[in-house]
């Protein structure tokens, strides 16, 4: 693999930059204090060691895309809940069953999300949106990020 812009083959992975990207490093540093402590160092210096999280910007940069369809399950899952919750005592009741209540839950919970999927993918764009984010999730397993130029290169589909 080599960069498409300027032929460098200095080049990684988003993915692989992206958990490349948080490390801990150790830091440390001379401090020479005001007071003598000639006691403690024989210099008179102390070294302070310690260590750090860092989350590089590159990395930040480098995060795959985030899932299209999240916000359907929160929007759809409250009257999901509710309305199950409804058919399972009325269902429940009607055929004195705590069973059948539960089966009631069960079905209207699952055939509401379903259903609301299903709205949401075929009237709400729904289907464009997981097939851009399907495709975005796909470039970023093939995206190559350039060390030298910054030019981003897909590389083809194996
Ligand atoms: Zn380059």
């Known amino acids: 693999m080599k960069c498409e812009k300027c ?14 990207g ?5 830091v ?23 260590t750090r999280t860092v989350r590089t910007e590159l990395a930040r940069q480098c995060s795959p895309p985030s899932s299209a369809d999240g916000g359907v399950w929160i929007l759809a899952g409250l009257p999901a809940f509710v309305l199950s919750i ?35 993918r075929t009237y709400l764009g729904g289907n464009a ?11 970023w397993h093939r995206s190559w990020l350039c060390g030298r130029c910054g030019g981003v290169t897909i590389s083809a589909r194996k």
């Open 86 to 120: 409804y058919a399972a005592f009325k269902g429940g009741f009607y055929v004195h069953s705590f069973w059948i209540g539960i089966l009631a839950f069960v079905l209207v919970y699952w055939g509401f999300m379903a259903t609301s999927f299903k709205i949401w």
């Open 28 to 50: 440390s540093a001379v401090v020479e204090p005001k007071w003598n402590t000639k006691p403690l160092s024989s210099s008179g210096k102390q070294k302070i060691q310690g």
């Open 22 to 26: 948080t490390r801990t490093e150790t």
């Open 129 to 139: 949106k997981i097939a851009a984010y399907n495709k975005k999730l796909d470039e």
């Open 7 to 20: 032929g460098s083959s200095d080049i990684r992975l988003f993915k692989v930059i992206h958990s490349d």
